[in-house]
Protein backbone atom coordinates (compact mmCIF):
# COMPACT_ATOMS: atom_id res chain seq x y z
CA UNK A 1 0.00 0.00 0.00
CA UNK A 2 1.42 3.47 -1.01
CA UNK A 3 2.22 6.44 1.27
CA UNK A 4 -0.19 8.47 -1.43
CA UNK A 5 -2.99 7.87 -2.75
CA UNK A 6 -3.81 8.25 -6.18
CA UNK A 7 -6.86 7.50 -8.57
CA UNK A 8 -6.08 4.22 -10.30
CA UNK A 9 -7.23 5.31 -13.38
CA UNK A 10 -8.42 8.66 -14.93
CA UNK A 11 -9.16 9.40 -18.99
CA UNK A 12 -10.41 12.05 -21.26
CA UNK A 13 -10.93 13.09 -24.83
CA UNK A 14 -8.41 14.68 -26.86
CA UNK A 15 -8.57 18.71 -26.15
CA UNK A 16 -10.03 18.13 -22.69
CA UNK A 17 -8.68 18.76 -19.33
CA UNK A 18 -7.97 16.05 -16.78
CA UNK A 19 -7.02 16.48 -12.99
CA UNK A 20 -5.23 14.17 -10.52
CA UNK A 21 -5.30 13.92 -7.37
CA UNK A 22 -2.63 13.05 -4.33
CA UNK A 23 -3.84 12.42 -0.97
CA UNK A 24 -1.01 12.07 1.27
CA UNK A 25 -0.93 13.04 5.27
CA UNK A 26 0.60 16.06 7.30
CA UNK A 27 4.07 14.01 7.63
CA UNK A 28 4.59 14.42 3.49
CA UNK A 29 2.30 16.77 1.46
CA UNK A 30 0.47 18.44 3.87
CA UNK A 31 3.87 19.95 5.51
CA UNK A 32 5.97 20.06 2.69
CA UNK A 33 6.17 21.97 -0.72
CA UNK A 34 8.21 18.88 -2.30
CA UNK A 35 5.80 17.56 -4.26
CA UNK A 36 6.96 16.02 -7.93
CA UNK A 37 4.85 14.80 -10.54
CA UNK A 38 6.63 11.70 -13.39
CA UNK A 39 5.19 11.05 -16.26
CA UNK A 40 6.12 7.25 -17.49
CA UNK A 41 5.26 5.75 -20.89
CA UNK A 42 5.31 1.77 -20.84
CA UNK A 43 8.54 0.41 -20.92
CA UNK A 44 9.97 3.56 -19.76
CA UNK A 45 11.68 5.25 -17.17
CA UNK A 46 9.85 7.74 -15.64
CA UNK A 47 10.25 11.66 -16.63
CA UNK A 48 10.21 14.61 -14.67
CA UNK A 49 7.27 16.55 -14.86
CA UNK A 50 6.70 18.79 -12.13
CA UNK A 51 9.14 19.47 -8.97
CA UNK A 52 8.44 21.64 -5.91
CA UNK A 53 4.50 21.28 -6.50
CA UNK A 54 4.31 23.65 -9.28
CA UNK A 55 7.89 24.39 -10.88
CA UNK A 56 7.93 22.66 -14.73
CA UNK A 57 11.60 21.79 -15.97
CA UNK A 58 12.66 22.97 -18.81
CA UNK A 59 11.19 20.97 -21.69
CA UNK A 60 7.86 19.88 -20.35
CA UNK A 61 5.14 21.37 -22.09
CA UNK A 62 2.70 24.34 -20.18
CA UNK A 63 -0.08 22.30 -20.80
CA UNK A 64 0.74 20.80 -17.62
CA UNK A 65 0.76 22.42 -14.25
CA UNK A 66 -0.07 21.34 -10.67
CA UNK A 67 -1.03 22.38 -7.47
CA UNK A 68 -1.34 21.65 -3.52
CA UNK A 69 -4.15 21.97 -0.85
CA UNK A 70 -3.85 21.22 2.82
CA UNK A 71 -2.53 17.40 2.21
CA UNK A 72 -3.50 16.91 -1.12
CA UNK A 73 -1.43 17.45 -4.20
CA UNK A 74 -3.31 17.67 -8.11
CA UNK A 75 -1.84 17.78 -11.60
CA UNK A 76 -3.80 18.97 -14.10
CA UNK A 77 -3.39 18.02 -17.91
CA UNK A 78 -4.71 20.57 -20.39
CA UNK A 79 -5.38 20.02 -24.08
CA UNK A 80 -5.02 16.32 -23.87
CA UNK A 81 -2.65 14.80 -26.48
CA UNK A 82 -2.85 11.00 -27.44
CA UNK A 83 1.34 10.97 -26.17
CA UNK A 84 -0.38 12.13 -23.21
CA UNK A 85 -1.32 8.60 -22.14
CA UNK A 86 0.80 7.33 -19.48
CA UNK A 87 1.27 6.73 -16.32
CA UNK A 88 1.35 9.65 -13.49
CA UNK A 89 2.89 9.08 -10.47
CA UNK A 90 3.00 11.64 -7.75
CA UNK A 91 6.16 11.97 -5.00
CA UNK A 92 6.31 13.63 -1.87
CA UNK A 93 9.34 14.76 0.46
CA UNK A 94 8.46 12.51 4.07
CA UNK A 95 9.54 13.86 7.75
CA UNK A 96 12.80 11.88 8.45
CA UNK A 97 14.02 12.12 4.78
CA UNK A 98 13.12 9.88 2.84
CA UNK A 99 10.82 10.05 -0.16
CA UNK A 100 7.66 8.82 -0.67
CA UNK A 101 5.27 7.33 -3.90
CA UNK A 102 1.61 7.23 -5.08
CA UNK A 103 0.49 4.02 -6.23
CA UNK A 104 0.14 6.09 -9.53
CA UNK A 105 -2.22 6.72 -12.19
CA UNK A 106 -3.28 5.53 -15.69
CA UNK A 107 -4.39 7.89 -17.86
CA UNK A 108 -6.54 6.94 -21.06
CA UNK A 109 -6.75 9.80 -23.85
CA UNK A 110 -9.72 8.28 -25.54
CA UNK B 1 24.08 15.76 -21.58
CA UNK B 2 24.25 13.65 -18.31
CA UNK B 3 23.31 9.91 -18.54
CA UNK B 4 23.09 6.94 -16.16
CA UNK B 5 23.18 3.47 -17.07
CA UNK B 6 22.33 0.70 -14.23
CA UNK B 7 24.42 -2.50 -14.45
CA UNK B 8 23.55 -5.92 -12.22
CA UNK B 9 23.20 -9.88 -12.40
CA UNK B 10 19.70 -9.92 -13.52
CA UNK B 11 19.00 -12.91 -11.48
CA UNK B 12 19.20 -13.29 -7.72
CA UNK B 13 19.38 -16.35 -5.46
CA UNK B 14 16.80 -15.95 -2.59
CA UNK B 15 18.61 -14.51 0.89
CA UNK B 16 21.63 -13.48 -0.99
CA UNK B 17 23.06 -10.03 -1.52
CA UNK B 18 21.74 -7.87 -4.43
CA UNK B 19 24.55 -5.87 -6.16
CA UNK B 20 23.85 -2.98 -8.48
CA UNK B 21 26.16 -0.17 -10.03
CA UNK B 22 25.22 2.95 -11.55
CA UNK B 23 27.80 4.68 -14.08
CA UNK B 24 27.20 8.50 -14.34
CA UNK B 25 28.43 10.16 -17.81
CA UNK B 26 28.98 13.25 -19.11
CA UNK B 27 29.20 15.00 -15.67
CA UNK B 28 30.38 14.44 -12.78
CA UNK B 29 29.50 12.12 -9.73
CA UNK B 30 31.28 15.07 -7.40
CA UNK B 31 29.18 18.19 -8.61
CA UNK B 32 28.00 20.13 -5.71
CA UNK B 33 24.11 19.56 -4.63
CA UNK B 34 23.33 16.16 -6.54
CA UNK B 35 22.88 13.25 -4.81
CA UNK B 36 22.51 10.06 -6.55
CA UNK B 37 19.32 7.69 -5.97
CA UNK B 38 17.67 4.13 -6.47
CA UNK B 39 13.93 3.59 -7.42
CA UNK B 40 12.64 0.42 -7.89
CA UNK B 41 9.38 -0.86 -9.76
CA UNK B 42 8.11 -4.18 -9.30
CA UNK B 43 6.49 -6.18 -11.90
CA UNK B 44 3.15 -4.15 -12.92
CA UNK B 45 2.79 -1.99 -9.91
CA UNK B 46 4.29 1.77 -9.10
CA UNK B 47 7.41 2.96 -7.69
CA UNK B 48 9.31 2.77 -4.52
CA UNK B 49 11.92 5.16 -3.58
CA UNK B 50 15.28 2.89 -1.89
CA UNK B 51 17.86 6.08 -1.07
CA UNK B 52 20.15 8.78 -2.00
CA UNK B 53 23.83 8.97 -1.44
CA UNK B 54 26.32 11.87 -1.94
CA UNK B 55 29.31 11.86 -3.38
CA UNK B 56 31.09 12.18 0.01
CA UNK B 57 29.42 8.79 1.26
CA UNK B 58 26.46 10.33 3.46
CA UNK B 59 22.96 8.56 2.81
CA UNK B 60 19.38 8.98 2.91
CA UNK B 61 17.11 5.64 2.80
CA UNK B 62 13.71 4.10 2.74
CA UNK B 63 13.02 3.33 6.03
CA UNK B 64 11.44 0.13 5.17
CA UNK B 65 14.39 -1.31 4.17
CA UNK B 66 17.53 0.80 5.68
CA UNK B 67 18.28 -2.20 7.53
CA UNK B 68 19.12 -4.15 4.55
CA UNK B 69 21.03 -1.58 1.74
CA UNK B 70 24.37 0.02 1.45
CA UNK B 71 24.84 3.18 -0.65
CA UNK B 72 28.45 3.95 -1.98
CA UNK B 73 30.09 5.73 -4.54
CA UNK B 74 33.25 5.44 -6.11
CA UNK B 75 34.19 9.04 -7.43
CA UNK B 76 37.33 7.94 -9.44
CA UNK B 77 35.26 5.56 -11.47
CA UNK B 78 31.79 8.28 -11.58
CA UNK B 79 30.08 5.47 -10.16
CA UNK B 80 27.92 4.89 -7.38
CA UNK B 81 26.24 1.64 -5.71
CA UNK B 82 23.53 0.01 -3.91
CA UNK B 83 23.95 -3.22 -2.16
CA UNK B 84 20.22 -5.04 -1.01
CA UNK B 85 20.55 -8.11 1.10
CA UNK B 86 18.71 -11.51 2.32
CA UNK B 87 16.86 -10.62 -0.21
CA UNK B 88 13.08 -12.54 -1.58
CA UNK B 89 10.33 -12.64 -4.33
CA UNK B 90 9.49 -9.59 -3.05
CA UNK B 91 12.44 -7.53 -4.53
CA UNK B 92 11.68 -8.64 -7.95
CA UNK B 93 11.84 -5.41 -10.08
CA UNK B 94 13.59 -2.99 -11.83
CA UNK B 95 15.69 -1.33 -10.80
CA UNK B 96 16.45 2.59 -11.69
CA UNK B 97 19.36 4.89 -10.68
CA UNK B 98 18.87 8.35 -10.70
CA UNK B 99 20.12 12.25 -10.43
CA UNK B 100 18.43 13.80 -6.64
CA UNK B 101 18.76 17.44 -7.33
CA UNK B 102 19.91 18.46 -3.82
CA UNK B 103 17.83 18.00 -0.74
CA UNK B 104 16.33 21.56 -1.32
CA UNK B 105 14.35 20.31 -4.38
CA UNK B 106 14.38 16.50 -3.33
CA UNK B 107 13.46 15.37 -7.01
CA UNK B 108 15.01 12.83 -9.84
CA UNK B 109 15.69 15.24 -12.87
CA UNK B 110 17.73 11.77 -14.75
CA UNK B 111 16.95 8.31 -14.77
CA UNK B 112 19.00 5.55 -16.02
CA UNK B 113 16.66 3.25 -17.99
CA UNK B 114 16.32 0.79 -14.85
CA UNK B 115 17.62 -3.36 -15.11
CA UNK B 116 15.06 -5.80 -13.88
CA UNK B 117 16.16 -8.32 -11.19
CA UNK B 118 14.48 -11.17 -10.87
CA UNK B 119 14.60 -13.32 -7.55
CA UNK B 120 14.52 -16.49 -7.86
CA UNK B 121 16.26 -20.04 -7.38
Known amino acids: QSALTQPASVSGSPGQSVTISCTGTSTNIGNYDLVSWFQQHPGKAPNLMIYEVVKRPSGVSDRFSASKSGNTASLTISGLQPEDEADYYC??????????FGGGTKLTVL | QLQLQESGPGLVTPAETLSLSCIVS??????????WGWIRQPPGKGLEWIGI???????HSNPSLKSRITMSVDTSKNQFFLKLNSVTAADTAIYYC?????????????WGKGTTVTVSS
Open chain 2, 26 to 35: GGSITTANYW
Open chain 2, 98 to 110: ARQVGLGAWTMDV
Open chain 1, 91 to 100: CSYAHGDFLV
Open chain 2, 53 to 59: VFYSGTT
